[in-house]
């Protein structure tokens, strides 16, 4: 049974940062591409960022782009989004995701993943 578990939201002032985890369980992490998703009230849910199976290579929206970084720990298990200089508008649940293809490339399509956290709420207070 494949499992996500994110953690480290909360609220947050406007130019703050927070550091967002994610433990997976279940699956052999390091052969799997994973990705960071939001979604705020009303909103579909979005692409944050992307990281290879082998963390080689990574890509962030371009809303987030040189405030947010995704890492990952293959030993660990864990998937890791710091966010720095947050603004109001990062305000959202984020969820974490496995993609479901063996050491797929990078994708910020949310059909291409095959597993998801059960979120984790980020506010930020202008």
């Known amino acids: 049974q494949v499992q996500l578990v994110e953690s480290g939201g909360g609220l947050v002032q406007a130019g703050g940062s927070l550091r967002l985890s994610c433990a997976v369980s279940?699956?052999?992490?390091?052969?799997?591409?994973m990705a960071w998703f939001r979604q705020a009230p009303g909103k579909e849910r979005e692409f944050v960022a992307t990281i290879s199976w082998s963390g080689d290579s990574t890509y962030h929206a371009d809303s987030v782009k040189g405030r947010f970084t995704i890492s990952r720990d293959n030993a660990k298990s864990n998937l890791y989004l710091q966010m720095n200089s947050l603004k109001p508008e990062d305000t959202a649940v984020y969820y974490c995701a496995i993609h479901g293809g063996l050491r797929r490339g990078i994708s910020a399509h949310t059909d291409d993943y095959a597993y998801w956290g059960q979120g984790t709420q980020v506010t930020v207070s202008s």
């Open positions: 279940g699956r052999s992490f390091g052969s799997y591409t």
